[in-house]
């Protein structure tokens, strides 16, 4: 089962899955890492400072490294609804989410790109469109532990095909940042 933690760069993706990690109870790809270190990409874009992923290449490489033995495998990545069926959608508040990326040295323009696309519920529309299942966790003021016990919940209740509650509880369109950003 491949299960999605996606949302805009700087909601808590990496660092959330990087404490999954350290459980040792699931495979994690950190997807972004993968594309660079293989080469996983058509182009280079240098105006936003980026890459443009082949998603075919990557998702045919993530199917080859999946790990069958623990039968889950979570994506870290803004692009990971592109692949999994199932994704957890996490959502920051475009003022925390400045401050962020501001700490990561990110352009004016790369900030305002992407405080764009999280009042827009860019990602979460797509993944409603493209995934089975969606659950959106809002992590401004949450802590990383809170939020970590949140996320196996949803894996749990995914293996154990047990998630009418928890799709109530995380509901796709709970979150919305759009009247912050554009007032």
């Given at each position: 089962m491949l299960i999605g933690i996606t949302g805009t760069p700087g909601t808590g993706k990496t660092a959330l899955t990087s404490?999954?990690?350290d459980r040792g109870?699931?495979?994690i790809i950190h997807l972004n890492e993968l594309i660079r270190e293989e080469k996983l990409y058509s182009e280079v874009d240098s105006q936003r400072d980026c890459v443009v992923a082949?998603?075919?290449l990557v998702e045919n490489r993530v199917l080859e490294i999946a790990d069958n033995d623990k039968n889950i495998t979570i994506i870290d990545s803004h692009l990971s609804h592109h692949i999994a069926d199932y994704i957890i959608v996490l959502r920051t508040s475009p003022d925390v989410l400045r401050e962020r990326l501001a700490k990561r040295k990110y352009s004016v323009e790369k900030i305002e790109e992407n405080l764009e696309a999280e009042a827009l519920?860019?990602?979460?529309a797509e993944?409603?469109?493209?995934c089975k299942k969606v659950f959106e966790l809002n992590t401004t003021e949450e802590?990383?532990?809170?939020?970590?016990?949140s996320i196996i919940k949803i894996i749990k209740?995914?293996?154990?095909?047990?998630?009418?509650?928890?799709?109530?509880?995380y509901k796709p369109g709970s979150v919305n940042w759009s009247e912050q950003f554009f007032s």
């Open positions: 404490l999954l990690e109870q699931y495979r082949d998603i075919d519920d860019i990602i979460l993944s409603v469109d493209w802590s990383m532990g809170r939020t970590v016990t209740g995914l293996e154990q095909e047990n998630t009418s509650e928890l799709e109530e509880r």
